[in-house]
């Protein structure tokens, strides 16, 4: 009866383990299209976790130029970047963040729009086999 009851014991502890499982990775390549008014391109976010340090680039738009993310940070399957791109003279400053599931990761985007007020977008990318 002890060995059943261990043997039960080691069971619970492996299936609590294996829901908690390993911590999810966000390193890979994630695509979703950006809807700007009328116009849409599709945005290309390439991630790579090393540690606790998150890195990468952020592609798409008209000049399909790759810029790198900063501020950038994963924990407990949350993404957070900022991008900083000039457009037109103009400094543009977007800040990323998103919750991470499996192949997708679900978030929204901040930046100042016209007259100073904050714009947000949902995104939903999805990671590249």
């Given at each position: 009866?002890k ?54 680039t ?26 900083v ?28 729009g ?16």
């Amino acid at each position: 009866m002890k060995r059943i009851a261990a043997m039960v014991a080691v069971a619970v502890v492996l299936g609590i383990a294996g829901m908690v499982g390993a911590a999810e990775d966000p390193t890979g390549t994630w695509k979703w299209t950006v809807k700007i008014g009328e116009n849409s391109f599709e945005a290309t976010l390439k991630l790579k976790l090393e540690g606790d340090k998150l890195t990468g680039t952020l592609g798409g738009g008209q000049s399909k130029q790759e810029t790198p993310v900063t501020e950038a940070s994963f924990k407990d399957n949350k993404v957070v970047f900022t991008v900083v791109r000039e457009r037109s003279g103009q400094t543009v400053t977007i800040k990323y963040n998103g919750t991470l599931s499996g192949d997708t990761i679900t978030g929204k985007s901040e930046r100042d729009g016209a007259g100073g007020e904050k714009q947000t977008s949902d995104w939903v990318a999805k990671r590249q086999k």
